[in-house]
Every structure is written in structure tokens, then in C-alpha cells.
Nanobody
Framework: QVQLVESGGGLAQFGGSLRLSCAAS????????MGWYRQAPGEQRVLVAN???????MYKESVKGRFTIARDNAKNTVFLQMNNLKPEDSAVYYC???????????????YGQGTQVTVST
């Protein structure tokens, strides 16, 4: 019913930049929030950044000032600009969207397939 397709991961050097994109498609009534989580090997998946439809933005403390989240609501797309990357940013990054598929359905949290980000020293 709903698909999240990510792009933009890859390899970056310490201090470099990458930009992630994610587009939501399918049966979408409205999107409450879109954002990004990440999961490093052996660790839990954690929130990196998200943006609510009312404009509220949340960032993981360690990425504040380096990462910027943005949305294109008309295209159901979310972006994550990652600057000044560090090796500890290496992880699989997952797009997340909280979506109502109909006017009466409760919001449901969807995830993309994940994209690998690797930062070398």
C-alpha cells in the first residue's frame, strides 16, 4: 500500500557530505511526519531527525549543527543533508514516514529498505 524509496547513501570521507532522499508513494491520505533513523551493527535503531507536518523538527543530539532535514510536501519527499560526517555516523539509514492511508485509519509508521552510509577516516 505504501512504499518508501531511499537514495543517496554511499561512502564519504571524514568531514565530507552526503544527501539522502526518500519518496513515499502508494495509498496516502496524509503524512504526519517524515524522517530518518539509523542502525549501526550491534546497536538499536535510533532517530536521527524528523519533521512533523506542523513544522516541528527533532534532531539526535550528536548530529545537531551538521545534519539538516527538509521536506517537499507536494512530492511526499524527505531529504537529509549530512555535512561534516564522522566515522560514528556510519550506519544503515532508514527513511520513516507516519502515514494515514484513509481519513479514518490511524497513523501507521512505515520504513524504507535502508541505505548504507559509510564514513572513512
Amino acid at each position: 500500500q505504501v512504499q518508501l524509496v531511499e537514495s543517496g547513501g554511499g561512502l564519504a570521507q571524514f568531514g565530507g557530505s552526503l544527501r539522502l532522499s526518500c519518496a513515499a508513494s502508494g495509498r496516502i491520505f496524509n503524512i504526519t511526519a517524515m524522517g530518518w533513523y539509523r542502525q549501526a551493527p550491534g546497536e538499536q535503531r535510533v532517530l536521527v531527525a524528523n519533521m512533523h507536518s506542523d513544522g516541528r523538527i527533532m534532531y539526535k543530539e550528536s548530529v545537531k549543527g551538521r545534519f539538516t532535514i527538509a521536506r517537499d510536501n507536494a512530492k511526499n519527499t524527505v531529504f537529509l543533508q549530512m555535512n561534516n560526517l564522522k566515522p560514528e555516523d556510519s550506519a544503515v539509514y532508514y527513511c520513516n514516514a507516519v502515514i494515514k492511508t484513509t481519513v479514518t485509519s490511524p497513523p501507521f509508521s512505515y520504513y524504507g529498505q535502508g541505505t548504507q552510509v559509510t564514513v572513512s577516516t
